[in-house]
């Protein structure tokens, strides 16, 4: 049972256009949530996280947003950069004191071309 | 400030066999959790250590253990060796000081059962 879907596994924007990139979660626990970007043999680089008291988080190019109702939240990128192309991952946290255990999505590729 | 640094960068075992993975967590950081990276797929969470006691663990089968160091580097053991066990295993960090947690992955280490 996935609690944490990404149900685009590519998608294609070109450069200076905004590329949205979506996730959707079952488990009403899940109350921090986190967008990771992977290039090729590198490890997952943190991009922005929201806490489940807020519906959006801005930093620079990066929003998030999230509706806790639909159990949905989407990362905005505006405007989109070729540097930008790579495998991005939602997960997912559930608060229960110290440590959390990370629930990842599939991951999206975003290409974006010049 | 040192990242999150993981060894060796690959590695090629036979079924059955045993694997040690090696991880030195950020600096300051007291938290460490292991990752596995199918192709293809989001990283599946095996364990976290906080403090040197395991603080949690996914759905893992106890031939996978680990350890962490006073220094809060950590090891990541699989014993048996299955094919399936083939992936990359990813290492993150995090500063256990509140109810959310950033995690940082290290580059991570693959490993190719034969």
């Known amino acids: 049972d996935q609690q944490v879907k990404q149900n685009s596994p590519s998608l294609s924007v070109q450069e200076g256009r905004i590329s949205i990139l979506n996730c959707d979660y079952t488990?009403?626990?899940?109350?921090?949530f986190l967008w990771y970007k992977k290039y090729p043999a590198e490890g997952p680089t943190f991009l922005i996280s929201?806490?489940?008291?807020?519906d959006k988080n801005e930093d620079g190019r990066f929003t998030v947003f999230l509706n806790k109702s639909a159990k949905h939240l989407s990362l905005h990128i505006v405007p989109s950069q070729p540097g930008d192309s790579a495998v991005y991952f939602c997960?997912?946290?559930?608060?229960?004191?110290?440590?959390?255990?990370?629930?990842f999505g599939g991951g999206t590729r975003l290409m974006v071309k010049p | 400030e040192t990242g999150v640094t993981q060894s060796p960068t690959h590695l090629i075992k036979t079924r059955g066999q045993q694997v040690t993975l090696r991880c030195s967590s950020q600096?300051?950081?007291?938290?460490v959790s292991w990752y596995q990276q199918a192709l293809g797929q989001g990283p599946q969470f095996i364990f976290q250590y906080y403090r040197e006691e395991e603080n949690g663990r996914g759905n893992f089968p106890p031939r996978f253990s680990g350890l962490q160091f006073p220094n809060y580097s950590s090891e990541l053991n699989v014993n048996a060796l299955e094919l399936d066990d083939s992936a990359l295993y990813l290492c993150a960090s995090s500063l256990t000081v509140g109810v959310r947690e950033t995690q940082y992955f290290g580059p991570g280490t693959r490993l190719l059962v034969l």
């Open positions: 488990n009403s626990m899940f109350d921090y």
């Open positions: 997960a997912a946290s559930a608060t229960r004191g110290a440590g959390n255990m990370l629930t």
């Open positions: 929201i806490s489940s008291i807020k």
């Open positions: 600096s300051g950081h007291n938290t």
